[in-house]
């Protein structure tokens, strides 16, 4: 059973950093597209940023040079470093795992073509 774990949320003041952790369990997250969602309030969610299985990564335009994503394939990990955070990036994140491709091939910001979600860690940015 695949099961996601959202952990390194809080608060913290503009232009500090946070670093998010999924860690993820039943399976091999390195075979799979990972990403971040995040949704701000009174936002729809978005799509943060993926890596895929061969380690290309994509990011939204709003995060691209602030955050990075990696995988630590030892602790079978997702990260989610987050450096010069700004109030519009508060928001619950989650991890997602997509195990069929589909994020890769018809859009890696669709949560639809994510099968598998944490339940969220909460980030403050004051």
């Known amino acids: 059973q695949v099961q996601l774990v959202e952990s390194g949320g809080g608060s913290v003041q503009a232009g500090g950093s946070l670093r998010l952790v999924c860690a993820a369990s039943?399976?091999?997250?390195?075979?799979?597209?990972m990403a971040w969602f995040r949704q701000g309030p009174g936002k729809e969610r978005e799509g943060v940023a993926v890596?895929?299985?061969?380690?290309?990564?994509n990011y939204a335009d709003s995060v691209k040079g602030r955050f990075t994503i990696s995988i630590d394939n030892a602790k079978n990990t997702l990260y989610l470093q987050m450096n010069r955070l700004k109030p519009e990036d508060t928001a619950m994140y989650y991890c997602a795992a997509d195990p069929m491709g589909r994020s890769r091939a018809f859009g890696w910001s669709v949560g639809g073509y994510y099968n598998y979600w944490g339940l969220g860690t909460q980030v403050t940015v004051s």
């Open positions: 039943g399976y091999s997250l390195s075979r799979y597209s």
């Open positions: 890596i895929f299985s061969d380690s290309i990564t």
